[in-house]
């Protein structure tokens, strides 16, 4: 999937650049455009881009936008790089960069219909929120647990550090913010099972705001509690952290999600 682009704020995605002009004869959307953390790009099973960009400059705000389907092999596509997550390469998946240039997209590759750009994506970015503080719970309740086991079988200080009192408060607040966000959560995927994308959207933008920066937290005291071992690859709780943490950017940063909570409950 491909929105982002280095050259704008793609947090507001009305500011994309990328242009898919019509051919003279109809047949071809001519697309040029740059985009960077295209999602699959460097996979090599990925052969297709769901590619965001604009038909109309000139339409209003939010019918600017339509997607295409581009195939990968079309002259004029070209992966510049991979990008790298707090140095993770996310293989297979990976992130690129990506140039279109002069790329001639069959018309029957649109999809949906041109302004329909905007639709399409609070479509699916709706539920996919919800996935991802889903499975970040999953995450934070993993990470805990290999608090909890570190803790029990480790000593310093003439005692097990489980009996610390820091340690205990650590673990009783990853414990109460855990199940916190899960209630939350929970209370949004029910709201979007009863009522839809449209009326789940303040408690959508909530979840995306709380779940990742409790997992940052929860996380952290993990690491916290496993010393030097928990920031190498011994454990998986670094790579955690960095799913948390670019969380809270990818599908929408806090701020986004903080004013459209903030907007909807004035």
């Known amino acids: 999937f491909g929105m982002t682009e280095p050259a704008v704020a793609s947090s507001d995605a009305k500011n994309i ?11 071809y959307y001519i697309v040029n455009g740059r985009k960077h953390w295209t999602s699959g790009a460097m996979d090599s099973r990925c052969k297709i881009c769901i590619l965001m960009g604009k038909t109309d400059f000139n339409a209003a ?4 936008q339509s997607q295409l389907v581009v195939p990968m092999n079309l002259k004029g596509v070209k992966i ?8 993770y ?8 960069e990506v140039v279109f240039n002069n790329v001639y997209v069959p018309s029957q ?8 750009g905007f639709e399409i994506a609070q479509g699916r970015l709706g539920p996919g929120r919800i996935h991802h503080c ?3 719970i999953g995450m934070c309740e993993r990470a805990l647990g290999l608090m909890k086991r570190r ?5 310093a200080f003439g005692s097990m550090i489980a009996k610390h009192t820091s340690i205990q408060q650590d673990i009783s607040d990853s414990r109460c913010e855990i199940e916190q966000a899960r209630l939350l959560v929970l209370q949004t995927a029910a709201m979007m099972d009863k009522l839809g994308n449209k009326k789940a959207r303040q408690y959508i933008s ?13 996380i952290d005291r993990a690491i916290q509690a496993h010393g030097g071992l928990g920031v190498c690859q011994d454990t998986p709780l670094a790579k955690m952290y960095t799913g948390a943490r670019s969380l809270r950017i990818a599908d929408g940063p806090d701020a986004v999600h903080q004013r459209v909570t903030a907007r909807l409950e004035l």
């Open 134 to 136: 889903m499975r970040i």
């Open 206 to 218: 909530m979840i995306k705001v709380v779940a990742p920066r409790m997992a940052c937290k929860v």
């Open 80 to 87: 510049v790089r991979h990008l790298s997550v707090f140095g």
């Open 61 to 64: 705000g939010f019918k600017q």
């Open 89 to 96: 390469d996310d293989a297979p998946h990976g992130h690129a």
């Open 17 to 27: 650049q990328c242009s898919m002009v019509k051919s003279a004869d109809g047949k």
């Open 109 to 116: 590759n649109l999809i949906l219909g041109e302004g329909r």
């Open 151 to 155: 803790c029990l079988t480790r000593y």
